[in-house]
């Protein structure tokens, strides 16, 4: 069981690795582009230095976040979560929160619905499952049906009138030769 | 600027490594307590493992993306105020503080 544990421990630390080489790559990007608007050059140990604290912010975020959703009651964890997480700066709070309105905005599903669902998951099988796999099905089905609807309408309706028409154009041309 | 944010995947993978190892670390401290019962400790880990759903996850990414951005224009403004144009070490050491204080 020991020798287990090790393995296991060296593979979460390579996994840790990885990861944390990707979330420097996708930081360097932001600062660079940050920088680049603000007209500075920054030297590379300061991105680096920067990516490391966003890193090690963002492992004491997943702590808070989860204490913060055990807290709850929940398994999962929610914006309203992320929110309460961003509570030590007004300023930051504030923003935070029109970005969660504007991400509730954009599918303003029926939430008493999906508060049954996840309830319901998070008492059976929740963990079986990706973590947001469903919702996300959830919402995209009816999109897909609103847009294809008209489409395929509009295309039963145009195409055989195209298609009369072009006819026409073609037993004009025959007749004019 | 829309573009340049983290993808919420990796933002999912750092969160679940951390999860699991606190839940690994919580499953280790109570086997030390009560020596009996593994078959329980077996089953209940696989319950306490936390999940995000994908708006939080969002959430996550823009919260750390204003880290980045925050950090490096509140060093942008303590380098222009000195009239350099490169960022460098002291004006980062300068708004740390602040910058961990407010995050």
């Given at each position: 069981m020991g020798s287990d544990m090790e393995g296991d421990d060296e593979e979460e630390e390579s996994a840790g690795e990885i990861l944390r080489d990707r979330f420097r790559l996708s930081t360097i990007s932001i600062a660079e582009a940050e920088g680049k608007k603000n007209g500075m050059q920054i030297s590379e140990p300061i991105v680096a230095c920067v990516s490391d604290l966003a890193f090690k912010y963002a492992q004491q975020l997943a702590k808070d976040l989860e204490l913060f959703a055990q807290h709850a009651g929940r398994k999962s964890v929610n914006m309203e979560d992320v929110i309460l997480s961003a509570h030590r700066n007004d300023h930051l709070a504030a923003s935070i929160r029109s970005v969660s309105n504007d991400l509730k905005a954009k599918e303003p599903q029926s939430e008493r619905k999906r508060r049954k669902n996840t309830r319901k998951e998070d008492k059976s099988?929740?963990?079986?499952?990706?973590?947001?796999s469903e919702e996300e099905f959830e919402k995209e089905i009816p999109k897909v049906n609103f847009i294809h609807y008209p489409l395929v309408f509009i295309v039963t309706l145009i195409f055989p009138l195209h298609h009369r028409v072009s006819r026409r154009g073609q037993r004009d041309g025959t007749m004019q030769g | 600027m829309e573009g340049n944010t983290f993808d919420p995947d990796l933002i999912r993978a750092i969160f679940q490594l951390v999860w699991k190892r606190r839940a690994a670390e919580r499953e280790k401290n109570e086997r030390t307590e009560t020596m009996e019962a593994e078959m329980g400790v077996g089953t209940s880990k696989k319950n306490r493992l936390t999940s995000a759903n994908a708006n939080a996850l969002k959430l996550s990414c823009e919260l750390l993306r204003l880290f980045v951005t925050e950090a490096i224009q509140r060093a942008a403004t303590i380098a222009e105020a000195e009239g350099s144009n490169k960022i460098e070490a002291t004006h980062l050491e300068r708004i740390l503080p602040q910058l961990l204080l407010d995050f």
């Open positions: 099988n929740a963990d079986s499952k990706g973590n947001c | -």
